[in-house]
């Protein structure tokens, strides 16, 4: 909604990885760095580690856009908690080979062959492992032997490990990983962006849509996007989504300060839902004889369908007007004479307190509710014609 809004063409901030969006900030010219080495060197392992949202993925998905396939065949796997047998299994899929039964045996001579196939034709093979710090000691222990694979003295395979904070202390203090830990030929740690870093990261992302200073930035308000997200690209992501899509929604030419604090209020209370609630904090259902309905902002837009959303905001529409409503027939209340007209007074301003609350709690509801619609419509591209 908002890309369109403002003009741009496509959404800036969008969560999955796109390498043309990639931003070279310091952290991550010293990875590419590392990478290049690593990769040229054509054994071992190359380890990356980062916080969840640093970065890792795009990083991957800018390098696999900069490689030859005709000479390096590439194999990418994210591991839940795998243990050994499994991880060979997943391997073995990755690479597209067909393994008949669950036969460890059998899935490793598959690799070997192919890995034996691909090094004759000239093509070297380089395995990508995401989410490291989920796999257990047997996993680990089973890609040290892959890189065993050898063609006379050519090694047949290299491994790009990527993984969160936890899997760079795993590698560094596990005693059982000596063997692993000598083939690792480069390795590097992605930081967050720093302040600097976060402003030219927001405007490198917008310009390649077409941004053309609409929206406007208040001044301050990247200083303390930095601060509510601490430089972490995948929250930075988060909060401009918000902010923006509340810009559109409130038809904002410029982008200030209060519209942040609005925006990680809602999402502060969000997480504080999700952990805090069981089943899902998001469950809009039409309320059932007997029981109370579920708050607008505690909805589920999944559940909703389109006409349960439009009865749900001509709901919203038809209370606003009953409000406004009892505001006029109290403010002409309260212009007419009578004996007690300060008690009459006081109880117009009481009334008048009460209703503009209730006002205010119905816009922040519907907005909340139209925030998470827009965002379920915009994550699935089946669902923009809806």
């Given amino acids: 909604m908002y890309d ?4 741009f063409s496509g959404r800036p901030f969008q969560l999955t990885p796109d390498p043309q969006f990639y931003f070279e900030s310091a952290s991550h010219k010293k990875a590419m760095s590392y990478l290049g080495y690593g990769m040229n060197q054509g054994e071992g392992f190359i380890v990356i580690t980062g916080e969840v949202g640093a970065g890792k993925s795009t990083l991957v998905a800018h ?58 034709e000239g093509r070297r093979c380089l395995l990508v492992v995401d989410e490291c710090q989920n796999l257990d000691f ?46 690792i030929i480069a390795s590097h740690h992605l930081e967050a962006l720093d302040e600097d870093e976060v402003e030219d990261y927001i405007f490198h992302r917008l310009r390649h849509v077409g941004w053309d200073e609409r929206p406007l930035f208040e001044e301050g308000l990247l200083e303390a996007l930095y601060k509510a997200t601490d430089g972490i690209p995948r929250r930075v992501n988060q909060v401009m989504n918000r902010l923006l899509l509340l810009g559109a929604i409130e038809e904002k030419d410029m982008v200030g300060s209060e519209m942040l604090e609005a925006v990680m209020a809602e999402m502060n209370a ?59 027939d109290l403010q ?53 014609a809806a």
């Fill in 4 to 7: 369109q809004y403002y003009g």
């Fill in 332 to 384: 002409a209340a309260g212009a007419s004479p009578s004996s007690g007209a300060q008690e009459a007074e006081a109880e117009l301003g009481a009334a008048l307190e009460r209703i503009e609350s209730r006002l205010e709690e119905q816009e922040r509801s519907f907005r909340h509710v139209l925030t998470m619609l827009i965002e379920w419509l915009e994550d699935d591209t089946s669902r923009e």
């Fill in 138 to 183: 047997t996993a680990l222990e089973e890609l040290r032997m892959l890189s065993n694979f050898q063609l006379g003295a050519h090694p047949l395979l290299q491994s790009l490990l990527l993984g969160q904070p936890e899997f760079r202390r795993t590698l560094a203090h596990h005693p059982d990983l000596d063997q692993l830990r000598q083939r």
């Fill in 63 to 120: 390098l696999m856009e900069r490689i030859d396939p005709e000479a390096l065949t590439v194999a990418q796997v994210v591991t839940s908690a795998l243990d050994g047998e499994e991880l060979i299994h997943v391997i073995a899929q990755a690479f597209g080979l067909a393994v008949e039964g669950h036969d460890k045996a059998g899935a490793l001579g598959a690799i070997e062959r192919f890995l034996q196939d691909e090094a004759r």
């Fill in 270 to 328: 969000d997480q504080a839902r999700g952990s805090s609630a069981e089943p899902s904090p998001l469950s809009i259902e039409p309320a059932v004889s007997g029981q109370s309905a579920q708050p607008a902002q505690e909805q589920d837009i999944d559940s909703v369908p389109a006409t349960e959303v439009a009865a749900l905001l001509a709901q919203r529409d038809a209370r606003t007007a009953e409000l406004e409503a009892a505001i006029s």
